[in-house]
């Protein structure tokens, strides 16, 4: 299945196996990017940013990014019945210091171990 590279409440609610992994802030607040989703039962915050308006470095972020990817490991492996559909995390708002230049390749290694994980933007057409 092709899935939509921007997830939307309607696509969540009708497809409820999915679980959509969005950038978040360690404030857990806004809905600025693809945070608009934060509040419905079917996503999953991975923090990206500082605040809403604060983003990290990449020398602050790298341990950040190791902690959320173990935390979401534990979550996909736990939850093996769900699709998790991640969005390009840090690339949006966050990326002020370019930090995606290390989030996509530890996202390219999660999509290698785990079956039901879908990166929105490498899907491909078959």
């Known amino acids: 299945m092709l899935y939509p590279e921007i ?9 409820l196996n999915c ?3 969005f950038g978040d802030n360690t404030n857990r607040k806004g809905r600025g990017g693809a945070a608009f989703l ?7 915050g991975f923090i990206t ?5 604060i983003c990290y470095t990449i020398p602050e972020y790298a ?27 840090g690339a949006g708002l966050a990326n002020e210091h370019n ?9 390219i290694q999660l999509k290698e171990k785990y079956a039901n994980v ?3 933007w490498k899907q491909e057409i078959k």
Request: glycine content about 0%; hydrophobic content about 45%; overall charge positive.
């Open 7 to 15: 997830i939307t409440e309607e696509f969540l609610n009708k497809n």
């Open 19 to 21: 679980v959509f992994v």
């Open 38 to 44: 934060r509040y419905h039962p079917h996503t999953y």
């Open 49 to 53: 940013k500082k605040t809403t308006a």
């Open 63 to 89: 341990p950040i990014l190791i902690a959320e990817i173990t935390k979401l490991s534990e979550v996909i492996d736990a939850r093996k019945e769900k699709i998790f559909l991640i969005s390009r995390l």
């Open 99 to 107: 930090i995606w230049s290390i989030i996509e390749p530890e996202l």
């Open 118 to 120: 879908i990166l929105l």
